[in-house]
């Protein structure tokens, strides 16, 4: 276990976040190795894609792990002109986790979470280091990020 789990674990405990912290040998950097370690599919696997905006605030898109992000969708939605995606270091300094493992709750952002991401019981996402998830139900993801339910993907 690393300080970015560490970080996480307290954090869920302190914020009474009914989730599983996993740990695994292998890494879950990408979907594919992700959904392998968990035993899991890819439709179970969510993506938390970090973008920045024209203020230079963090938006956390929460898709499913086959679906791609409409930026399009987003700028319409919040109503600004220019989003990118956010560097590694930027990732690192706004949420407090790595690229690779960033969570989709626990730390200030706009979380913005995929109606399809919402049809599942159990989702995987981010567990704040790249061999680790969190097994958690949409809904308890939406109450501890307080983020919005909205179609952000790509058709």
Do not use: W
Request: aromatic residues 6%; glycine residues 8%; negative net charge.
């Amino acid at each position: 276990m690393n300080i970015f789990d560490e970080k996480l674990i307290a954090y869920m405990a302190e914020n009474n976040v009914e989730a599983e912290h996993l740990i695994f040998k292998e890494s879950c950097h990408s979907v594919e190795e992700a959904a392998m370690a968990a035993n899991a599919t890819a439709q179970d696997i969510v993506k938390n894609i970090c973008i920045i905006d024209e203020q230079g605030q963090l938006i956390v898109a929460i898709i499913k792990g086959e679906d791609k992000t409409d930026l399009s969708k987003i700028k319409s939605l919040l109503g600004v002109k220019k989003l990118r995606t956010a560097t590694a270091d930027e990732i690192l300094e706004h949420s407090g986790y790595i690229c690779g493992g960033v969570p989709s709750f626990g730390y200030k952002a706009t979380f913005l979470i995929d109606t399809r991401v919402m049809e599942n019981t159990i989702v995987y996402t981010g567990g704040g280091s790249q061999n680790s998830l969190v097994r958690i139900s949409p809904k308890v993801l939406l109450d501890a990020n307080g983020g919005q339910v909205v179609d952000i993907r790509k058709s």
